[in-house]
T-cell receptor
Framework: QKEVEQNSGPLSVPEGAIASLNCTYSDRGSQSFFWYRQYSGKSPELIMSIYSNGDKEDGRFTAQLNKASQYVSLLIRDSQPSDSATYLCAVNRSYDYKLSFGAGTTVTVRA | EAGVAQSPRYKIIEKRQSVAFWCNPISGHATLYWYQQILGQGPKLLIQFQNNGVVDDSQLPKDRFSAERLKGVDSTLKIQPAKLEDSAVYLC????????????FGPGTRLTVT
């Protein structure tokens, strides 16, 4: 089992729709969770961090965390072409505190 | 607030040559990380510094890779000699404290080994 698993992409959504990205993790003791956006040829950019169960909203982005189910998701509302990128889920491991990344989900927003 | 700075942005070398990358973290960030990202994968941690001390270098191929963070600010990562499989993007990141905190990445150095 991979430490961090994300939806296999690519995910194509029409402009204005909601893009839903999922991430599961194996370390039950993990306490810190992050979503990064990475445009092609660029470095990862932190867009959301979440530490407690529930929802956290920031603009058009909502992160949802369920530690019991070891699941974290990212919703992008009113998707725009500028949201087309690869989204990386990162989870802080409890046993060595390293950040473990998923392989990413590529989102394409079509106009 | 200035972000993480890295140089060079691109580097092409032949196998068996050496190369060095430089990173300047966000001011006040005690923890500095070097990651390797291969196309289609998430970043993989190579080494983590807390101030000027190494916290974790378990994934660093020490026979060819070395890194230092003198004075607890700037850091350099060196590869000597380079292999074809070292072709990747080398990312530097920093955080205020340890990995439980948010990490911010620099623009990266794209290394091509021919």
């Amino acid at each position: 089992q991979k430490e961090v698993e994300q939806n296999s992409g690519p995910l194509s959504v029409p402009e204005g729709a909601i893009a839903s990205l999922n991430c599961t993790y194996s370390d039950r003791g993990s306490q810190s969770f992050f979503w990064y956006r990475q445009y092609s040829g660029k470095s990862p950019e932190l867009i959301m961090s979440i530490y407690s169960n529930g929802d956290k909203e920031d603009g058009r982005f909502t992160a949802q965390l369920n530690k019991a189910s070891q699941y974290v998701s990212l919703l992008i509302r009113d998707s725009q072409p500028s949201d087309s990128a690869t989204y990386l889920c990162a989870v802080n491991r409890s046993y060595d505190y390293k950040l473990s990344f998923g392989a990413g989900t590529t989102v394409t927003v079509r106009a | 607030e200035a972000g993480v700075a890295q140089s060079p942005r691109y580097k092409i070398i032949e196998k068996r040559q050496s190369v060095a990358f430089w990173c300047n973290p966000i001011s006040g960030h005690a923890t500095l990380y070097w990651y390797q990202q291969i196309l289609g994968q998430g970043p993989k941690l190579l080494i983590q510094f807390q101030n000027n001390g190494v916290v974790d270098d378990s994934q660093l191929p020490k026979d060819r890779f070395s890194a230092e963070r003198l004075k607890g600010v700037d850091s350099t990562l060196k590869i000597q000699p380079a292999k074809l499989e070292d072709s990747a993007v080398y990312l530097c990141a920093s955080s205020y404290r340890g990995p439980s905190y948010e990490q911010y990445f620099g623009p990266g150095t794209r290394l091509t080994v021919t």
